[in-house]
């Protein structure tokens, strides 16, 4: 019986799915140019273009471990990408930031769950943190960019996201005009913990991009303040090269 309504249907389906596409075609948020049915968001040539890090499977200290040696001890890092200025990887960024992409950033967020899934390094993670942004950055923009790649994450990895446990104090503007050591300062005191308990012994912190680390870094101080013992891991959609 069932099998005699998809044959019903299905074709039906196919008609309505073609006539959407007709109206809203599907196209390519770099290169715009059409979609086909098993793209998402981006062409097959488009994600080509972009360079992958491959930290997953190096055995050594990546140029991500490295960013933060001496400055806080972490777990494990990742970043399936490399930024890079005037590169398809800047326009994708701007667009899951400013553009109102979320199912972008819940694609890229399950994008990076399926590549750390296939990684041992990454079994030991409990939970996930995004990083948090103001409220009414948050209002204005509709998401939390990291929010979403977390999302996109936890069903891939099958493990919770942990909101509101790191709050947002400031709606900072200035911050990229200053230099590293003054950005520092001022990131330590972005950030305060929210009233719930991390009751898990490693969680990572989700980001969308990593230039200097700093903020980051003033995230993963505050948890370990307040939990000397947490494991803390980062995962990060691109990091500056
Ligand atoms: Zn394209």
Not at 5 to 26: C, M, S, V, W
Not at 55 to 77: C, N
Not at 104 to 125: A, C, D, P, Q, W
């Amino acid at each position: 019986m069932h099998l005699k309504i998809d044959k019903i249907t299905a074709p039906l389906e196919r008609y309505f799915e073609g006539f959407q596409h007709l109206i809203f075609p599907n196209v390519c948020l770099q290169c715009s140019c059409e979609l086909s049915r098993f793209e998402k968001h981006i062409c097959a040539f488009c994600w080509d273009k972009l360079q992958r890090t491959y930290f997953e499977s190096y055995e050594v200290a990546s140029g991500m471990d490295q960013l933060f040696w001496g400055r806080i001890e972490l777990s494990e890092t990742f970043a399936l990408y490399f930024f890079e200025k005037e590169k398809p990887i800047q326009d994708i960024l701007h667009a899951l930031k400013y553009q109102f992409k979320a199912p972008l950033g819940i694609h890229f967020g399950e994008v990076m769950g399926n590549t750390i899934f296939k990684s041992n390094k990454y079994k030991t993670i409990e939970a996930l943190i995004p990083v948090p942004i103001h409220p009414q950055k948050r209002f204005l923009r509709g998401y939390n960019q990291s929010e979403l790649l977390a999302e996109g994450m936890a069903t891939i990895l099958e493990i919770p996201i942990l909101r509101n446990v790191v709050l947002k104090k400031a709606n900072n503007a200035s911050q990229t005009r200053k230099n590293r050591f003054l950005r520092w300062d001022n990131a330590s005191e972005q950030f305060c913990l929210g009233k719930i308990d991390i009751p898990y012994q490693h969680i990572a912190i989700v980001d969308d991009v990593i230039t200097t680390g700093s903020t980051l870094e003033a995230m993963a101080q505050l948890l370990r303040s307040h939990y000397p013992d947490l494991q803390i891991s980062l995962l990060s959609f691109a990091i500056a090269k």
